[in-house]
Nanobody, 126 residues
Framework: QVQLLESGGDTVQPGGSLRLSCTAS????????VGWFRQAPGKEREFVSV????????YYADSVKGRFAISRDSDLKTVYLQMNDLAPEDTAVYYC???????????????????WGQGTQVTVSS
């Protein structure tokens, strides 16, 4: 069992920045692909970004490309989501998710991930 914990959510003004963190309790992310998803009130969960275990390649939803950046630290204990130029439509609960065995075509599909955190609230409002 892998327990994930997100942190860093907050309320910011439009144009502001936040950095979300995701850690795995008692272990590293070695061997795991880690994704970020979000769910706004009344909307379905949507893919935000992912970093692959093998090679660290990253992918983004079109809605966040150029504004968000996913990364991981060198000891593979934390995955970050740097969010810049935030807009009200970015308001959502943000979740990190992890899985060992994801093929390229599954990276953006939350149903393919076995492990999820409890989420952290991001609110963008003036």
């Amino acid at each position: 069992q892998v327990q994930l914990l997100e942190s860093g959510g907050d309320t910011v003004q439009p144009g502001g920045s936040l950095r979300l963190s995701c850690t795995a309790s008692g272990r590293t992310f070695g061997g795991f692909t880690v994704g970020w998803f979000r769910q706004a009130p009344g909307k379905e969960r949507e893919f935000v970004s992912v970093i692959r275990w093998n090679g660290g390649r990253t992918y983004y939803a079109d809605s966040v490309k150029g504004r968000f950046a996913i990364s991981r630290d060198s000891d593979l204990k934390t995955v970050y989501l740097q969010m810049n130029d935030l807009a009200p439509e970015d308001t959502a609960v943000y979740y990190c998710a992890a899985d060992r065995n994801l093929i390229l075509s599954s990276l953006r599909d939350g149903a393919q991930y076995d492990y999820w955190g409890q989420g952290t609230q991001v609110t963008v409002s003036s």
